[in-house]
C-alpha cells in the first residue's frame, strides 16, 4: 500500500518534521527529499526515488527544458536518516523553495509524501 492520507505537523526550531507513524515503516534506509512539481518537499523511499528519478530521465531529452527538470529533481534531492522519533531533518534550501512555515501539512501521494506549508497548500488546492 501506499502513502496515503494527510497530518498536520509542526516544523520545529531545528527544522525537523514528523512523519506520520504509519510511514514510518517504510523508512528503514534514508529517505530521499527532494523539490516537488508544485512548491513543496517530495519525500521518497529509495526505490521510490529511483522510480521516479528513471521517468524524470525518461521524459526529458537532453535539450535546455530536460537539463532543467532534470537539475531540479537530482541536484536538490538530499538523502535524509529518520531520527528515533520518526522526524526528518528538512535542508534549508527545501524549506526556501517550498516556503515552509512552521505550520505544515504532509500529504500521502501514493508512491512518495509530500511536505507543504499549511497555508500554501490551502491556497493551491482553493
Known amino acids: 500500500m501506499g502513502f496515503l492520507g494527510r497530518a498536520d505537523y509542526l516544523l520545529d526550531d531545528k527544522k525537523r518534521v514528523p512523519m506520520p507513524p504509519k510511514y514510518r515503516v517504510s523508512f528503514d534506509a534514508p529517505a530521499i527529499l527532494t523539490t516537488g512539481e508544485d512548491p513543496c518537499v517530495s519525500v521518497y523511499t529509495q526505490d521510490g526515488f529511483d522510480a521516479a528519478g528513471a521517468e524524470v530521465t525518461a521524459r526529458t531529452n537532453n535539450d535546455e527544458d530536460g537539463r532543467r527538470i532534470r537539475r531540479k529533481f537530482f541536484g536538490n534531492a538530499e ?24 505550520d505544515v501539512v504532509v500529504v500521502g501521494m501514493d508512491d512518495h509524501f509530500e511536505i507543504w506549508d499549511r497555508d500554501k497548500l490551502a491556497a493551491f488546492e482553493g
Do not use: M, S, T
Open 79 to 102: 538523502p535524509v536518516a529518520k531520527d528515533a522519533q520518526g522526524r526528518l531533518l528538512v535542508p534549508q534550501r527545501l524549506i526556501d523553495y517550498a516556503g515552509l512555515g512552521r
